[in-house]
């Protein structure tokens, strides 16, 4: 309620709708913008983008980090490249992106899929690191191939870290798709903005800003919710 009644004073303080609108009036375009279809649509490209990269970069990344896991010598050498190319902003890649695969669909896909993929190959990596090696030599001395260690022992071992990887990956998808869409899109949240921005249409602007957060919030929700389910099943099989 203190923020918003801050957002009213400011807009009186301005004094020009045109500049910073006020709460009432964001709500009316919002209602606006849901009867009209258009503010659903665009929520539903942002996350259709968002599920599958997602989707599509969590099943290589895992596939890829119990590799270079299993395989000490994969994980020193790439590793660190890892490493660097995480500390990299998303954002940073967009333009890149677009000129690589165009202003398309390919070009956000790409930048989810890059994201996700090296937060879940890190962190399957870092599972199978630490998984017990005594565990490892016990399975293998009662007779367990390479497919049954990896199966039985080195995943279950590394789930708990595939399942943070997930969550952090999941926001960060999220934000992913958002930068991709501020640069360069048809349609989407991001779109609404800037559209929003050059038509100097300041209430749908907030609308659209407003409406990130709302999906952001539950996909962060999401996220923790599917971490604290995964771990307390993951908790009672070991138990």
Known sequence: MLLIALWQALSEWFADPTVVPSPGAVV?????????GGLLQDAAATLGRVVIG???????????GLLIGW???????????????RSIPPIAWVPFSIIVFGI???????????LVFIVLALSAAAGVRET?????????????????????????????????G??????????AVVSAELIGARSGLGHVITHAQAMFETDTMLVGILSLGVVGGLFGRGADWL?????????NRVA
């Open 227 to 235: 971490i604290r389910r995964g771990l307390g099943r993951f908790s």
């Open 104 to 114: 398309g669909e390919g070009s956000k896909y790409a930048i989810i899929v890059y």
């Open 54 to 64: 997602y989707v599509l970069g969590a099943v290589l990344g895992v596939a890829f």
């Open 132 to 164: 017990p090696r005594i565990r490892v030599r016990a399975a293998q001395a009662l007779g367990a191939g390479r497919r049954a260690v990896l199966l039985r022992v080195i995943l279950p071992s590394a789930f708990p870290f595939i399942l943070t």
């Open 166 to 175: 997930l969550g952090v990956a999941l926001n960060l998808a999220f934000m």
């Open 28 to 36: 009316s375009r919002t209602g606006e913008l849901v009867a009209s």
């Open 71 to 85: 395989f000490g010598w994969m994980e020193r050498l790439l590793g660190p490249s890892l490493n660097f190319v």
